[in-house]
């Protein structure tokens, strides 16, 4: 399944909450389900042209209820 997030809007401002540099943003997950405990593999990655980004330098994931 892939989920897209957008993190800034048409006129390129952030969406999500911030504190300091640390942005926030939540996505549903919608229809993925998870089934029970277990290994799981999370890809993460942009649609931007550029291959770095300059200002990103970390990606977390939590998963909640």
Do not use: C
């Given at each position: 399944?892939?989920?897209?997030?957008?993190?800034?809007?048409?006129?390129?401002?952030?969406?999500?909450?911030?504190?300091?540099?640390?942005?926030?943003?939540?996505?549903?997950?919608?229809?993925?389900?998870?089934?029970?405990?277990?290994?799981?593999?999370?890809?993460?990655?942009?649609?931007?042209?550029d291959e770095?980004?300059?200002?990103?330098?970390?990606?977390?994931?939590?998963l909640s209820?």
């Open positions: 399944d892939t989920l897209a997030l957008s993190l800034a809007d048409n006129e390129g401002n952030w969406k999500g909450s911030a504190w300091g540099s640390l942005r926030q943003s939540s996505l549903p997950l919608g229809k993925v389900s998870i089934k029970g405990s277990g290994n799981y593999l999370f890809k993460v990655s942009h649609g931007m042209k770095v980004l300059p200002g990103i330098r970390d990606v977390g994931v939590s209820k």
